[in-house]
């Protein structure tokens, strides 16, 4: 077998995989329930944001509220992808400004205030 003796040896295989055979795969139920608890605490931010403005600046101090949230979360997750947190904050919100700025015109056109 030539392309076995040209590989590398599988004890280094082994070792280089880093013991991924041993890993353990999430139950579905683990996975609902981590998903649950991070969309609650993701909604904490913009629920404080709403009891800390009085009813008419409300949306727009939710909205504020939730684009910095966005823009630091953004800045600390840039380093895990190799990214330049200034460039991922700011394409990161101005994402994010689109899609607040598209529920507030679906509102509109429909008659609904989303906040």
Do not use: E, K, N
Not at 2 to 8: F, L, M, N
């Amino acid at each position: 077998m030539v392309h076995r003796r040209a590989g590398p040896r599988d004890d280094l295989v082994a070792a280089a995989a880093g013991g991924l055979g041993d890993y353990r795969a999430a139950t579905p139920l683990q996975v609902a329930a981590t998903s649950a608890g991070t969309f609650a605490c993701g909604a904490l931010l913009p629920l404080a944001a709403a009891s800390a403005f009085h009813l008419g600046a409300m949306p727009l101090g939710i909205a504020l509220v939730s684009l910095a949230a966005v823009a630091a979360l953004a800045a600390c997750g840039a380093p895990a992808g190799a990214g330049r947190p200034g460039a991922f904050a700011l394409r990161t919100t101005t994402w994010a400004a689109a899609g607040f700025a598209g529920a507030f015109a679906a509102g509109r056109i429909v008659g609904t205030m989303l906040v």
